[in-house]
Nanobody, 124 residues
């Protein structure tokens, strides 16, 4: 069964940290770019960060640059998103999705595989 499963979300205070994990099963992540998207209430889903398979190049949205770090461990078939100095506006459901490098900037619907999401809540 082909699937992506996110984990690591939770409730954290402003300024805190979380590490999200994206685990793949049924296919090999090393052939895909992986993007972390997030969807906050009342807002559209948007890309937060991605990492390509070919050269490991990365992208970060301006809102998270300098605070979030994406990484991948192809041997474990995992991708991670380290989130530091979290802010209330980071509160959202976070999803990982897989697509070939050539489609890494494609909309959510054009990705090949998606996870179910993990909730991140930043609040006092």
């Amino acid at each position: 069964q082909v699937q992506l499963v996110e984990s690591g979300g939770g409730l954290v205070q402003p300024g805190g940290s979380l590490r999200l994990s994206c685990a793949a099963s049924g296919f090999s992540l090393d052939a895909y770019a992986i993007t972390w998207f997030r969807k906050a209430p009342g807002k559209e889903r948007g890309a937060v960060s991605w990492i390509k398979s070919s050269d490991g190049s990365t992208f970060y949205a301006d809102s998270v640059k300098g605070r979030f770090t994406i990484s991948r461990d192809n041997a474990k078939n995992m991708v991670y998103l380290q989130m530091n100095r979290l802010k209330p506006e980071d509160t959202a459901v976070y999803y990982c999705a897989a697509a070939p490098d050539s489609r890494v900037v494609a909309p959510w619907g054009d990705y090949d595989y998606w996870g179910q999401g993990t909730q991140v809540t930043v609040s006092t």
